[in-house]
């Protein structure tokens, strides 16, 4: 998927407070079913078949990205 569609798909959630049920939202609308979350490990190489969410001290999401 094209970074400007996936943008696109989940703007809306960025600046939300992040709860592990936004995985499966992200998921559901770019279909993309690999997504993980701030405190998940993930591998350091890029992916196009996972999104990661990054949040801020307070917990709130500041960016999604495929990789």
């Known amino acids: 998927m094209d970074q400007?569609?996936?943008i696109k798909k989940i703007a809306h959630l960025i600046g939300t407070p992040y709860e592990d049920a936004i995985k499966?939202?992200?998921s559901q609308?770019?279909?993309?079913?690999?997504?993980?979350g701030p405190k998940d490990?993930?591998?350091r190489?890029?992916?196009n078949?996972?999104?990661i969410?990054?949040?801020d001290g307070k917990?709130?999401?500041?960016?999604?990205r495929i990789g």
């Open 53 to 55: 969410v990054s949040v």
């Open 4 to 6: 400007d569609v996936f």
């Open 59 to 64: 917990g709130v999401i500041t960016a999604i």
């Open 29 to 36: 609308a770019t279909g993309i079913a690999v997504v993980a």
């Open 24 to 26: 499966a939202k992200i």
């Open 41 to 43: 490990i993930i591998t």
């Open 45 to 47: 190489d890029i992916r």
């Open 49 to 51: 078949d996972r999104a």
